[in-house]
């Protein structure tokens, strides 16, 4: 099993201590304190998965990010400074599957690695193809792709888990505090945006087909609702 973390963060320290950390929980930490070859790093190394750091020299975390996803769909766990929410925000908007504020705890990061891989699972070579279909939609599991008609549109790890979880119970009120712990596995904070954006970015997906477009439906006061027909 590939056990290869790709580390992008300019303090040595803190590389030092992950470091320790991690291999001792059984990962393979490759670090680096600059995101300017980013897509070369992870090319070249292949990760599991990549922590990245926001506040960066040479190219802050979000431009990193965003290059990265133009080439990659490996997950990403961001490091934030804490209070910085509009920071956090753009890294979900921009393809990180969670994010965790400085200072933290290294056995809190690990739980975060730990369920975000478990997510990425199910778009590995060799899982059982998984359809799930409701409303006219269609989701594939495995490859991590929602179907609307001829339509095929690329989902990330958490996305897809997010997406099954509503369909698999259509027209039945989703909290946002069991969605985040059965999607995330922690539990849900007031100030916590994960699930709102990425209910965003699936409802853009939607959006373009009229019979979908409202798909996703906000319970106000509880959470979310997937419309079955």
Request: proline share 4%.
């Amino acid at each position: 099993m590939q056990t290869d973390i790709l580390l992008f963060d300019d303090d040595v320290k803190l590389q030092a201590l992950l470091v320790e950390y991690l291999q001792g929980a059984g990962f393979s930490v490759h670090c680096r304190q600059s995101g300017l070859n980013a897509v070369a790093d992870v090319l070249a190394v292949q990760p599991v998965l990549v922590i990245l750091d926001i506040m960066m020299p040479d190219m802050d975390g979000l431009t990193v990010l965003r290059t990265l996803r133009e080439q990659s769909s490996v997950p990403v766990v961001m490091l934030t400074a804490r209070g910085d929410d509009s920071d956090r925000i753009v890294g979900l908007e921009l393809g990180a599957d969670d994010y965790l504020a400085k200072p933290f705890n290294p056995r809190e990061l690990l739980a975060r690695i730990r369920a975000v891989l478990r997510r990425a699972e199910v778009g590995q070579q060799g899982t059982p193809l998984q359809l799930i279909e409701c409303a006219g939609l269609t989701l594939n599991t495995g490859k991590q792709e929602l179907i609307v008609g001829n339509t095929v549109t690329q989902l990330s790890p958490t996305e897809t888990k997010l997406m099954a979880e509503l369909m698999r119970q259509p027209n039945v009120e989703h909290s946002r505090e069991d969605l985040m712990v059965r999607v995330w596995e922690r539990e849900f904070t007031a100030y916590d945006r994960c699930i709102d954006v990425h209910i965003s970015k699936l409802r853009s997906v939607l959006k373009p087909f009229a019979a979908h477009a409202d798909r996703i439906r906000t319970v106000w006061g509880k959470g979310y609702m997937f419309l079955g027909g």
